[in-house]
């Protein structure tokens, strides 16, 4: 068991909740930073059951002040920047807030870091829309980034601005790159959960169609939950460095959307309907990890298929809506 500390910003968000309750199992001290919100955004962590275990404290990433108080507060030994306006949708509409939060808020961080304890480790979420218009058809550490969002534009400047502070001031800063994760916890307008939770409705009856964008869009999937075991492999390391963690498999929305329906005994051909409302200005086509480095040097591999995820987050939707 450690006696560490960590900080985790983003930590009402789902990659936060299932980190925080990996960190506490292996007995850290969890501190997270909370934006304050009109509404609540404590819901995952109390899902999981570990609300009353994170000490929370005020702050935001566009508020470098605060960053500094909740380092000094912990006494971190490693910080974990997981928040982010994170819907690549949304972007469009608010790419300046998503430049602010995603990008000059990374800066926000390492610099906290840099003033407070630069001997703590650092935990940058770097994404797979940094490839975006993809320069090779499995994408790892050595591809080229061409991002087709503000949001991904955001991330590349943020996955830059840690190996800069990396290389310049020698600090442990790491990027995950990872591809597109999921489970019960998504937010609700990412396209895997916006299908679970339509499913379990068209299943009990309370709803009769899913209206989709582009279903030819491929993504690489995985479980949220094996994800955060990659981030603190992470800051295990001697040396910190950049990784892909991703499936090494891709499939589409649509047969994303197959697996979901025959789940509960229906055909997505009956439900699905095309809107044009969710087609994005600029869109990835297709996203396909390598995580072979990831395999090689930190023990990591995925650990759950598409088909025991897809599953997963439809039974726990039909659970919330019979419940
Ligand atoms: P998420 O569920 O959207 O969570 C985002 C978190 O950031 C929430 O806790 C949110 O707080 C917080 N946040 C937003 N604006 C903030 C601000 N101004 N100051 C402080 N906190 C703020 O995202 P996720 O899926 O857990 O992803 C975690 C990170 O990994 C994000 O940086 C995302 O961009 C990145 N990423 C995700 C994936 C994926 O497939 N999930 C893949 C690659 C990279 P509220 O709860 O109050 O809104
Ligand atoms: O679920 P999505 O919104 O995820 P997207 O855009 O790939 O971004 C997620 O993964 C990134 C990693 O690559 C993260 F960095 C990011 O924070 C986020 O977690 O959309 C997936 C695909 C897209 O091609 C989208 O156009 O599904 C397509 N799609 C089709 N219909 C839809 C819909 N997406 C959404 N959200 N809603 C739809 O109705």
Redesign the pocket.
């Known amino acids: 068991m450690s006696n560490k500390s960590a900080v985790i910003t983003g930590i009402t968000g789902q990659d936060g909740a299932y980190l925080s309750k990996l960190l506490l199992e292996k007995g850290y001290a969890v501190h997270g930073v909370l934006a304050r919100r009109s509404s609540d955004t404590l819901w995952r962590l109390r899902e999981l059951g570990i609300d009353g275990e994170v000490r929370l404290h005020d702050g935001d990433l566009t508020d470098l002040s605060s960053l500094i108080r909740v380092l000094q507060a912990s006494g971190a030994a490693e910080v974990y920047n997981l928040g982010?306006q994170?819907?690549?949708?949304s972007s469009w509409q608010q790419p300046i807030l998503t430049a602010q939060v995603d990008g000059v808020g990374a800066l926000n961080v390492l610099e906290a870091v840099r003033l407070v304890n630069p001997q703590a480790r650092f935990y940058q979420a770097s994404?797979?829309?940094m490839f975006g218009l993809i320069q090779a058809d499995r994408q790892d550490e050595r591809t080229p980034f061409y991002p087709r969002?503000p949001?991904?534009v955001a991330?590349v400047m943020a996955h830059w601005a840690t190996v800069n502070y990396r290389e310049s001031f020698g600090m442990h800063a790491s990027s995950g790159i990872?591809?597109?994760?999921?489970s019960p916890l998504r937010g609700i307008?990412?396209?895997?959960r916006?299908v679970s939770d339509a499913v379990a409705r068209i299943k009990l009856g309370r709803q009769k169609v899913l209206?989709?964008?582009?279903?030819d869009?491929k993504?690489d999937w995985g479980f949220a939950g094996d994800y955060v075991e990659a981030m603190w492999l992470m800051l295990q390391q001697p040396a910190a460095d950049d990784y892909v963690i991703a499936t090494g498999q891709t499939t589409t929305?649509r047969q994303m959307c197959d697996i979901a329906f025959a789940h509960v005994g229906l055909r997505a051909d009956d439900h699905l309907e095309i809107?044009p409302k969710?087609?994005?200005p600029a869109?990835?086509?297709v996203?396909l990890g390598n995580p072979a480095k990831a395999k090689e040097r930190l023990g990591w591999e995925p650990k759950t298929s598409l088909a025991q995820l897809i599953t997963m987050m439809v039974d726990a939707d039909m659970r919330r809506l019979a419940g």
Do not use: P, Q
């Open positions: 982010a994170s819907f690549v949708g994404t797979s829309e969002s949001y991904g991330k990872l591809f597109n994760h999921e307008e990412f396209v895997t916006k209206k989709l964008g582009n279903i869009a993504r929305v809107d969710f087609m994005r869109e990835v086509d996203l």
